[in-house]
């Protein structure tokens, strides 16, 4: 039975909302733009389950984009937080948190010798950038279609038409000239990325990529693609960035990296490591790091990084993903999950395919799998709104959009799957 979503308070709150922030939200998925309706305004969450100010309680797979893994207001980190904010909350010195955070860092992705905490997913990528260049002493980047690294001039292109490389902003405000030295190539296309190289290859900064894709929905990488980027890179002296904002310590506790056994120049990290809290960090080698300020030359700075409330989330939440068995137990969650859409959508007819790296899944509105951006854009996007819909008013809050990861936390029950998988077979059918 699909009762009606109750959202009065929420439509008012999102009225108001509406005449002091710019659409309501300060980020722009969040307005529901690609699903309709109104999104609901929260109140409260606690483990795998979020309530909005009607009081309508849903199983969460946002997860905040991916931070909450451990699932929401987990005690220890509550715990930590609240102790840590009553010895203050900010400092701007040195403290010993911050070792510890970057401690469990390194520990988990050994290509990251020395780290710099940052304040957002962001802030590491654009940091992690003008690293790379400084390091090499080149500007050409080359990032993939489809690929998000956050909202850096830089990396705010989409390939052009045809052929073309080098792309176009797809963000007002942007000069061309910011764009100019980025080369745009098709993801998990080994032999686009080699033509590219062996014409430029040695004008190349870097290759910043997601190594699991996570902004295009989820895409796996076929066979051989990420390791021709360590082949190309280590050929043309070029950097390698992974951005495992997304995939660190949620496709493994060493991300990607450890999970597919891939070498980084440079990590980015962000999401995970602050527990829920505002965070990012970039790591390297110390050869690398040291040329940042303040041992080297290139300059990146912040008046609240490292933040004591940061911290004390980040580490109580990276010990507890340390623990035995931890990501097997997520695997066993995740692949219940995928397989029961699989087997929802064959029960109903529904021509949908659901992609899954560890706890990343994305349910795609497409009957053959996603494997580039391109494919990813021709999936059916109306169905997916009515399923997310669907979905909603049977108590299951999906990601507002077709191109998003759904996030499985530990938090999520066997209860909690089984209630997601009945919704979606109703959804599916209905949508
Ligand atoms: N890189 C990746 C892979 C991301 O998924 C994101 C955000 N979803 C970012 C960078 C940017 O992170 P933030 O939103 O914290 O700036």
């Given amino acids: 039975m699909v009762t009606e979503l ?30 309709g309706g109104t999104p609901p305004f929260i109140r409260s969450a606690s483990g795998a389950h979020i309530t909005d100010i009607d009081g309508n309680t849903y199983i969460d797979y946002v997860a905040s984009w991916g931070p909450m893994i451990l ?16 010895r203050g909350s900010s400092f701007g010195a040195p403290t010993e948190a911050e070792t510890e955070l970057a401690a469990l860092i390194t520990e988990a992705f050994p290509s990251m010798e020395r780290v710099r905490l940052v304040n957002s997913g962001t802030e590491a990528t654009l940091s992690a950038l003008r690293l790379a260049r ?13 690929g998000y690294h956050g909202h850096v001039d830089a990396l705010l292109v989409s390939a052009g038409s045809g052929a073309a490389t080098f792309g176009h902003p797809t963000s007002a405000g942007i000069p061309d000239d910011a764009v100019a030295g980025t080369a745009v190539l098709p993801y998990n296309d080994a032999h686009a990325l080699e033509r590219f190289m062996s014409d430029r290859g040695d004008e190349v900064a870097c290759i910043i990529v997601e190594p699991v894709a996570g902004n295009m929905g989820v895409v796996a990488p076929v066979e051989g693609f990420l390791e021709a980027l360590r082949r190309e890179c280590d050929a043309h002296g070029a950097l390698l960035i992974l951005d495992e904002v997304m995939t660190g ?7 990607a990296q450890e999970r597919l056994r891939l070498r980084a120049d440079i990590t980015t990290l962000g999401k995970i490591i602050g ?16 040329n940042l300020s303040p041992l080297g030359t290139t300059y990146q700075a912040g008046t609240l990084s490292g933040n004591p409330l940061v911290t004390a989330a980040g580490i109580a939440t990276l010990e507890r993903l340390k623990c035995e068995g931890f990501y097997d137990r997520l695997e066993a969650t995740s692949a219940r999950l995928a397989d029961g859409l699989r087997a929802a959508a064959a ?12 706890s990343m899944l994305t349910l795609f509105f497409s009957e053959r799998p996603v494997t580039n951006y391109a494919e990813a854009k021709a999936c059916d996007v109306e169905r997916f709104a009515r399923f997310h819909r669907g979905m909603l008013a049977r108590g299951v809050y999906l990601p507002p959009s077709p191109f998003e990861a759904w996030f499985v936390g530990a938090s999520h ?3 909690d799957i089984g209630r997601t998988l009945e919704a979606a077979e109703a959804a599916l059918k209905a949508s």
């Fill in 6 to 35: 109750n959202l009065t308070r929420s439509e008012a709150a999102y009225e108001a909302a509406k005449r002091r922030l710019v659409g309501g939200v300060n980020s722009p998925v969040r307005a529901f733009g690609a699903v």
């Fill in 275 to 290: 527990g829920g809290l505002p965070v990012g960090a970039y790591g390297a080698c110390a050869a690398i790091m040291d």
């Fill in 71 to 86: 699932g929401h207001a987990h005690p220890d980190v509550v715990a930590a937080v609240q102790a840590a904010c009553a």
């Fill in 134 to 146: 400084a390091t090499t002493g080149r500007d050409l980047l080359i990032k993939f279609e489809g």
């Fill in 347 to 358: 029960t109903v007819s529904a021509p949908v395919t659901p992609a899954r790296v560890g």
């Fill in 413 to 415: 029950t066997e209860a």
């Fill in 249 to 255: 310590f949620r496709v493994a506790l060493g991300g």
